[in-house]
């Protein structure tokens, strides 16, 4: 079992070693701009975050309703 | 509140994700531009889907050992939540691809091995519902879910990784994606993976919750 749980640690540890060696893609550094141009993508982020609200909202509902289900 | 915790952080985290990878400035990329951006809302889609149906392969050797009919249920239902993300991976992929290559299918090698996945999960699903007898359903259902995850790995990953593919990352060795990238999608990349495979798991919670009420007697005698 101890020699499992060395075996995958230092085969973690060996993939974590190897980012050290990891370069970073040659790109320009310029930022893309476009999309904060005319400042809409907020609007976008709002019905996003909004959508996102709704499902959340929705999961909690079916807790609540499971939580009582299994109370009886 | 103990039990809660854990969705209460997947909501902080995709709220993150959401807002934070929708606004971060990101580097200029030539050829994805601001599609990079899927990387943090389609990519961890087939995460989810990879995950669960690992979790899935594991329940049903866990399930031929020990012979008992609740793991055969609880790895039914992580196929069944592989199933929806997988499913909405590959529609958003083809979303994405009908801007970026210009049409939805286009037959690449990670489409079609993606497809197979998804139509070899299919068909375990529609196996393990055709059979009435509780028992012998949880074993073939095992059988054939271990043999389709032995599938998957080939097909949605060696691959499309020895043939031309225009997707992004394919020709990329395992984890190697991760390093590559940029230092600015990571901090969104990162807890994008852990948030979404969370929302899985809080469905699936969801679902084995559901199956307890409905059989609580394949639960209870342990």
Known sequence: ??????????????????????????INQENATILHQNGQIYLVVLVLVTIFAGIIFYLIKLERKLNRLEKK | MAKYWWKILTTIILLYVIVVGILIKIPYLPKLKESIRNLFYHVPMWYVMLFCFLMSVIYSIVYLRKNKLKY?????????????????????GMEWAYIQWGAPWSNDPKQV???????IYLAY????????????????????????????????????????????????????????????????SLPAMLGWIMLGLWIFDLRIRIKKIEQPEIFINE
């Open chain 1, 1 to 26: 079992m101890n020699k499992t749980i060395a075996f995958i640690f230092s085969i973690l540890l060996l993939t974590l070693s190897e980012t050290s060696f990891a370069q970073n893609v040659a």
């Open chain 2, 72 to 92: 055969d249920i609880i790895s039914n239902e992580f196929v069944i939540v592989g199933l929806w993300f997988g499913m909405l991976g590959m529609l958003t």
């Open chain 2, 113 to 119: 091995g993606a497809a197979l996945t998804l139509l």
């Open chain 2, 125 to 188: 699903t529609v196996l393990r519902n055709s059979l009435p007898d509780a028992d012998k359903k949880a074993r073939l259902a095992a059988v054939y879910n271990i043999f389709s995850f032995a599938l998957l790995i080939p097909l949605v990953y060696i691959i499309p990784s020895h043939l031309a593919s225009l997707h992004p990352g394919s020709d990329n060795k395992p984890f190697e994606a991760l390093k590559t990238q940029h230092h600015l999608l990571r901090y969104v």
